[in-house]
């Protein structure tokens, strides 16, 4: 059996699969071709039903559940973990940003990012929203062609590095409100294939994340390869951040967590009423 994946090239997805595409562990027969791509683009390909097997931003995956269904295993959920909302100006409160949000521009990554979703529930006034590619959004914060920037993965550590200042973190929103942990991106597999199958799929992704974790430099040479950061500490900053227990499985607060994000937007009438089951 074949069947394609995709994952992003940031270092919390390439930790997780390498094992699994590179078969250091046994794949019991089935085959991966492997699709590289930025989280949006991955979400996009989803809204087309083009995959069989992907990384899906939970707020995009709430308009792919007519086709898919999410995987207990390789999700990204935690304490702490969420995108950030920066500025070039350090006097840039959470405060000015509600007082003057209709006439603040913001860059995103993506418009069907979690990111994206959070950041309309804490500043549900903040509409003028341009996209640029994740790795972009800090220099053109830097440069003042945006007012703000929202940013996700290893940018959350390299952003201060280029003088940039952090408003507020949309994690910690989410966590007061809610006191569970963010759920950011998951691996959901295509409902066209057999349930067996993607149970099986599930549990070897987890046998491959369990591989890395008793093994972390393992998949180095992979992860530089395709990383935007080069720097080992910063990969492995953003591998312990991203990659946790809730990657290995969702468990009942990480299931929680999704189920809630899903109510949420639709009480709000900004996702599709779907009523396929979440979960494989």
């Known amino acids: 059996m074949k069947f394609t994946l995709g994952f992003s090239p940031c270092p919390n997805d390439t930790f997780i699969f390498d094992a699994l595409v590179h078969k250091k562990i046994d794949t019991e027969g089935i085959d991966f071709e492997v699709i590289y791509e930025d ?63 209709q006439q603040l521009k913001v860059a995103i990554p993506g418009v069907y990012t979690t990111a994206n979703f959070l950041m309309s529930l804490a500043f549900p006034s903040l509409q003028q929203k341009e996209l640029y590619l994740f790795s972009e959004i800090e220099d053109a914060v830097s440069r003042s062609e945006i007012d703000l920037g929202l940013i996700i993965h290893e940018s959350r550590f390299t952003y201060q590095q280029k003088g940039l200042h952090k408003i507020t973190d949309l994690g910690n929103y ?19 294939i057999p349930k067996k199958e993607l149970q099986t799929i599930s549990r070897l992704i987890r046998k491959s994340i369990e591989f890395a974790f008793d093994d972390p430099q393992s998949g180095l040479g992979f992860i530089k390869s395709l990383s935007q950061e080069m720097e080992e500490d910063v990969i492995f900053k953003h591998i312990n951040l991203y990659v946790n227990n809730y990657s290995l499985s969702l468990g009942q607060s990480g299931r929680d967590a999704v189920t809630i994000l899903f109510d949420k937007a639709r009480s709000l009438n900004v996702v599709p009423s779907y009523q396929e089951d979440i979960f494989i």
């Open 174 to 192: 989410w966590e007061k409100e809610t006191g569970l942990p963010i759920p950011l991106g998951g691996i959901v597999g295509n409902r066209r």
């Open 39 to 101: 989280v949006e683009t991955l979400n996009l390909m989803a809204f087309n039903n083009e995959l069989d097997i992907t990384k899906l931003s939970f707020h995009a995956f709430a308009f792919a559940l007519k086709n898919y269904g999410l995987l207990d295993a390789g999700s990204a959920l935690g304490h702490g973990v969420g995108p950030l909302l920066i500025s070039r100006e350090s006097a840039i409160s959470e405060e000015y940003v509600k007082e003057h949000s």
